[in-house]
């Protein structure tokens, strides 16, 4: 009997022809695990596809809600965005999926773990990286860089092989999708000046179809975590689910950009991510009220270099521990209930509220209950202006004159 191999199986045609790939071409029995980060496939089809396809053993690990817990959540409560827009859903999923790849390995007694990804992309990185972190002695084979057929080549192993692909609807277009937003990659989308077609998306509705009437959300954070909507204590995935279904409808969270790829390819890169968008809004206000002005300075900072770690694989490292742990620590009078109004593509956030709010009515009103102290104001602009005033007489005033 060969080695063993847990190949992480999306019952796409990559994964599909890969499994009879590794048993066929490299002798591998192959064990086919399925991580249901909220994929919108079933777990028969996926079963029966995967041992048609040649595997011995299919695996299924139902991870929506450590997915949303552990990785989308942390994520949200750093405000990790890569490059300003993209909120890193693919990302997120594959440190998750790496672990359960691993745990596979173990329980199977296996020597090597697989992945379909290709031999270009940040996924392999994000895979390959995380499973040398978590287990050195296992093998990692990525059978999308070692073949060299396209998809083309593929169809026709598959055929020549009489592998059921799932060829019902052959899309032009990659796609990974899990609660947090579904990533749209290939076909005309590769040209950048193309407008998207309206076909590559799936849960946001086009402007032009959108309700006219507003929906309005109340989301409530406890220390910086989603906990309820409307008033009503909400599970994190049913939470992520009925905002993704809510903010959809009304046509928010769809993203068109081109993004810097860590192996240093320039890539365009579509997205729709409705939940993530609108509680990222949502949290982000809930901070303005809450934080201070330096500890939202920095933790702004701290925000772009979370997002990094997570875009460029770095999860099981030390590195995103101690970020992990300042991030935790600010968010312990992140409590509140933000509403936020849905409308034409757009998540405005139109309303907040803290028991630990740091916004003080009686410092802020222009009204008669004014409280803050402005006899004070001409010294404190004195002793703050001082410096300026010494620079711009001994050198600032001067060279006006040169
Ligand atoms: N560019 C995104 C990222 O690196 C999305 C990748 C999408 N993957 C895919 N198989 N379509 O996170």
């Excluded at 849960?203 to 409307?230: C, H, M, N, S």
């Amino acid at each position: 009997m060969g080695d063993k191999v847990v190949l992480a199986y999306s019952g796409g045609l990559d994964t599909s022809v890969a499994i009879r790939w590794l048993k066929e071409e490299r002798g591998f029995d192959v064990v086919a695990l399925t991580v249901d980060v909220g994929l919108d496939r079933d777990r028969e089809t996926l079963q029966s596809r995967a041992l048609a396809a040649g595997a011995g053993r299919f695996l299924w690990r139902d991870a929506q809600a450590d997915f949303i817990r552990h990785f989308a959540f942390p994520a949200l409560a750093a405000g990790a965005v890569y490059q300003g827009h993209y909120p890193l859903a693919t990302a997120l999923s594959r440190p998750l999926i790496a672990k359960l790849l691993v745990d596979a390995a173990r329980d199977e007694d296996a020597q090597a773990v697989a992945h379909g990804c290709t031999g270009k992309g940040n996924d392999q990185v994000r895979f390959d990286v995380s499973v040398q972190a978590l287990a050195p002695e296992l093998r990692i084979v990525a059978p999308l860089r070692e073949w060299d057929m396209d998809r083309e080549g593929e169809i026709a192993y598959a055929q020549e092989q009489g592998i059921p692909v799932p060829v019902t609807r052959e899309s032009p277009y990659s796609i990974d999708a899990n609660l947090w937003g579904r990533s749209i990659e290939c076909g005309v989308l590769e040209d950048p000046w193309q407008e998207p077609p309206e076909e590559v998306f799936e849960w946001t509705r086009p402007l032009e179809q959108t309700p006219d009437k507003p929906a309005y959300v109340e989301i409530a954070f406890e220390r910086g975590l989603p906990a309820a909507l409307d008033g009503r204590e909400t599970d994190p995935v049913t939470l992520v689910q009925t905002l993704k279904e809510v903010a959809g409808e009304h046509g928010v969270g769809r993203i068109d950009m081109v993004e810097d790829r860590l192996v240093g390819i320039k890539s365009r890169e579509v997205y729709e991510a409705p939940a993530a968008v609108t509680l990222l809004r949502a949290h982000e206000a809930l901070e303005q009220m809450t934080l201070s002005r330096d500890q939202r300075r920095l933790k702004a900072r701290i925000a772009q270099e979370y997002a990094e770690v997570i875009y460029y694989g770095l999860w099981f490292t030390a590195h995103h521990q101690d970020l992990a742990a300042y991030v935790q620590s600010t968010q312990r009078h992140v409590t509140g209930a933000v509403r936020v109004k849905l409308h034409k593509g757009q998540a405005v956030v139109v309303g907040r509220k803290s028991p630990k709010s740091l916004y003080d009515f009686s410092l802020a009103t222009y009204d008669k209950s004014d409280q803050f102290d402005k006899a004070a104001a001409p010294g404190f602009i004195h002793i703050w202006g001082l410096p300026v005033r010494v620079q711009a007489q001994a050198q600032m005033l001067e060279e006006d004159q040169e």
